[in-house]
């Protein structure tokens, strides 16, 4: 590509008087950038940019807030007025002042932020995080990675492309427990394990309001960003959103990003993918929430072969009356024993036996996580992959996708990990992506 | 001959009346479904929504002007009707007839006497259930005065598969304006084909920066070949804001991944050089790194060896991990060697490091 004003030879000609390089490839590291001012090394302190403020996003100010050691807060941004302010509210407390932005695009410009923390809906997770990672940005999204199967693969390209270090907010894998169970399992103190079943609560139904025109302090055009239009309903915004498809996905989506990435990453299957994928499920009785509030998807693994279940509600199994957190989790059954593991997000727990579990020197070596915050922080210095890193977030996103995809199309889907399709239904894959809203798209 | 005509007859007679009985059923059977579809019990609505699917074209209007009627949860469940009629339609095994009759009523719902969130469903419904069919009735609401039906109808077709809908939104794109213009421009780059070219080309005249960054966008992303750059126009980079500047430099880098996809190394290797040449950031530089040691190591190390002393840290960590990922030869052990003794402390860590994972490699294998 070039401009008028750039012809290819001329172009070649400039890049070889200014680097003294042979004609024929340019110099990838034209002479004034390397003394150009560093980006954090080991020892400097990491500035963050925080997108989206209320809720999670709030949690997350809160955490670097109060540990200076690890991050500072420079920038927040929030299409939310009432929520900058609590932003700048909670950082004026421990005497931390940061820019605030209504537009995003204003904070990915600054140069003194290091890292994006993306606390947005999800619909907005892929498009924040990608653009982050074009403004040179590394990242913290909060789960779920994505809401559809194109977006997770856009934003790990993005990642490799970048080098950029992409952390997803699906703690469960710092917790110790899961570092215990997975050490366990992975050293196959059950056998070869057979079946995994997630056990979860049901979707609300309701949300019977009427649509309104959005409150003054909410800039209702920035908030739906990418997602297909819909009217203001204070019941399918703020928090809301998670029991809409095309929003949040329900529990499977919203917390299976949690429980089955604990599955995920205890089973060691990020990269292995579901060969078959089928759910069933009755829509909801009323109200404008979309999701079923029963539900059961079946996930056939091949090679090795295993099966993986996603029950809402299911049945919590009587060793998990002891756990804590323990509304959820994950059973796995073996050739010889069994395990299981509650909770799968920051109270994720699990049986005494995987705690008191020494792996012997030369068995299998599970990742152990600092905590969530700090492996990212940590990563971003060694530039090593963090524990929730986008490529297995993305693994993890593609399970709850079809699984929802599986139900909305009323079918059996037979998918092929490898391109990313599914087998034998042209339909099914026009619905892996979906195009952007406005001028939004990854 | 009589019995003859009058068997004649009779056969013609029943199989009418078979006919009218199986309309006559059918009718029945969508009523039935309609009147459990609002009814007041939220199970039976449910059952109704799961059951919609096989109800086919026949229920889409009478469905789309429940869901118009502001009639609350039996409007909720007619939406949901709809899209389960739309995946019935397209399931494997179902037939051809079956969808485009299925999609054509869903062009109906396009009208103006459904409301907006109606329309706006159809128009979602169509991008998985159209064709080139059904694509002119779309482009009539690429004119509607409401922007979000315009832009639903601009999605609508940069989801829809086939020739006529990508040929829409190159027709659509000289006239559109504002950010519809732009999201036309980006719907493009997203389809990826080059017929979009000449559309796109067009754009890069604009008096807008915005919209001549996102057509240059466009066409990186479809991976335009070099031979059509004298036909398009860029921004002298030193005209642009830096933000700008920035983005310039991630799209010719987009273009450069396009072409090494190719196998059109040579441009690959000079869209990365470009690529930093435009943008000093870090960010580009570790990608035109990455990137130019995928499709050429060769002429790539002697720049992630310079990169191992760059100021930035995420700089000398990106060329350390290029290099560890292209492996060792003479060549470069010795040049890694070479560069130790002059080098910063944080450059000798990062020399060790490529040094030991080489050979560990080497034992391994």
């Known amino acids: 590509m070039t401009s008028t004003t750039f012809s290819r030879r001329r172009f070649l000609a400039r890049a070889a008087l200014a680097t003294g390089a042979s004609f024929g490839f340019p110099c990838l590291i034209p002479p004034g950038v390397l003394a150009a001012p560093g980006r954090p090394g080991a020892n400097d302190r990491i500035r963050t940019g925080h997108i989206g403020v209320g809720g999670m996003g709030g949690y997350h100010l809160s955490f670097i807030r109060d540990h200076p050691g690890l991050a500072t807060c420079v920038a927040v941004a929030d299409v939310d007025k009432n929520r900058l302010a609590n932003a700048a509210k909670t950082l004026a407390e421990k005497g931390v002042q940061a820019k605030q932005f209504s537009d995003f695009r204003e904070l990915l ?334 | 001959m009589p019995g003859t005509l009058n068997s004649f007859f009779c056969r013609v007679a029943t199989v009418t009346l078979l006919v009218s009985l199986h309309l006559g059923t059918r009718a029945a059977d969508l ?53 389960n009629i739309a995946a019935y339609a397209g399931r494997p095994g179902g037939t051809a007839a079956e969808k485009q009759a299925v999609a054509q009523a869903f062009t109906q719902l396009l009208d103006v006497r459904f409301n907006k969130i109606t329309r706006c469903q159809a128009l979602d419904l169509l991008s998985i259930t159209g064709d080139d069919q059904t694509v002119p009735r779309v482009v009539a609401v690429l004119s509607d005065s409401d922007p979000d039906l315009k832009d639903e109808a601009r999605r609508c077709l940069e989801g829809t598969p086939g020739p006529a809908s990508l040929k829409a939104l190159t027709d659509a794109l000289p006239q559109a304006e504002g950010r519809l213009r732009i999201a036309i421009i980006n719907a493009l780059g997203q389809r990826g084909d080059m017929k979009a070219f000449d559309a796109l080309a067009a754009a890069t005249s604009a008096s807008d920066t915005e919209v001549v960054l996102a057509a240059l966008d466009a066409l990186a992303r479809i991976g335009m070949p070099a031979e059509y750059r004298d036909r398009i126009k860029a921004p002298d980079p030193e005209s642009l804001k830096d933000a700008q500047r920035v983005r310039l430099g991630n799209t010719v880098l987009r273009w450069a991944d396009r072409r090494a996809a190719a196998g059109a190394t040579d441009e690959a290797l000079e869209g990365y050089g470009l690529a930093v040449q435009i943008s000093t950031a870090e960010h580009v530089l570790c990608a035109a790194l990455i990137g130019a040691a995928k499709v050429s190591p060769e002429q790539t190390v002697e720049h992630a060896l310079r990169a191992l002393a760059h100021e930035q840290n995420t700089v000398r960590m990106t060329a350390a991990r290029v290099l560890e990922q292209m492996g060792a030869d003479d060549s470069r052990i010795k040049a890694l060697l070479g560069a130790y003794p002059g080098a910063k402390p944080e450059t000798r860590d990062l020399i060790l490091r490529v040094l030991k994972t080489w050979n560990d490699k080497h034992v391994t294998q």
């Open chain 2, 31 to 83: 009523q039935e479904f309609l009147g459990r579809l609002q009814s007041d019990t939220g199970a039976t609505r449910a059952e109704a929504v799961a059951q919609a699917g096989a109800m086919g074209a026949a229920a889409v209007v009478p469905l789309g002007e429940i869901a118009s009627a502001n009639k609350g949860n039996a409007s909720i469940a007619a939406l949901w009707a709809l899209r």
């Open chain 1, 109 to 442: 410009e600054l140069k003194d932020v290091d890292a994006c923390i993306i606390a947005t809906p999800d619909h907005w997770h892929a498009v924040h995080t990608i653009m982050a990672c074009e403004a040179g940005k590394d990242v913290y999204c909060e789960k779920p990675a994505c809401c559809t199967i194109a977006e997770g693969r856009a934003m790990v390209n993005a990642g490799k492309r970048y080098g950029r270090i992409i952390q997803i907010g699906s703690q469960g894998r710092s917790q110790s427990a899961a570092y215990y169970a997975g050490s366990y399992i992975r050293n196959g103190k059950i056998g070869r394990v057979n079946k995994v079943a997630c056990w979860h609560y049901e979707n609300p139904q309701g949300a019977q309001g009427p649509d309104t025109d959005p409150p003054p302090e909410l800039d209702y055009d920035a908030w739906l960003g990418p997602l297909r239009w819909r009217p203001y309903n204070k019941d399918a915004t703020h928090g809301n959103f998670r029991w809409l498809l095309e929003s949040g996905g329900g529990q499977i989506r919203d917390r299976g990003a949690h429980v089955m990435s604990v599955a995920l990453f205890v089973m060691d299957a990020d990269a292995q993918g579901p060969a078959t994928i089928e759910a069933k499920g009755l829509p909801p009785e009323m109200g404008r929430y979309e999701c079923p509030p029963k539900m059961e998807v079946t996930y056939t693994f091949k090679q090795p072969d295993w099966t993986l279940y996603w029950l809402q509600p299911g049945e919590r199994p009587t060793e998990a009356e002891d756990l804590g957190n323990n509304k959820y989790g994950s059973k796995y059954w073996g050739e010889t024993g069994t395990l299981t593991v509650s909770g799968g997000d920051g109270g994720t727990d699990t049986e005494k036996k995987a705690k008191e579990y020494h792996a012997p020197i030369h068995g299998v070596k599970v990742y152990r996580s600092p905590e969530h915050h700090e492996d990212f922080f940590n990563c971003m210095r060694t530039r090593e992959q963090p524990i929730m890193n986008i490529q297995a977030a993305h693994a993890v996103a593609t399970l709850c996708i079809l699984g929802n995809l599986s139900w909305r199309l009323g079918r059996r889907l037979e998918w092929d990990a490898a391109t990313e399709k599914v087998t034998g239904d042209d339909q099914a894959n026009l619905m892996l992506a979906r195009p952007g809203r406005s001028i939004w798209h990854i």
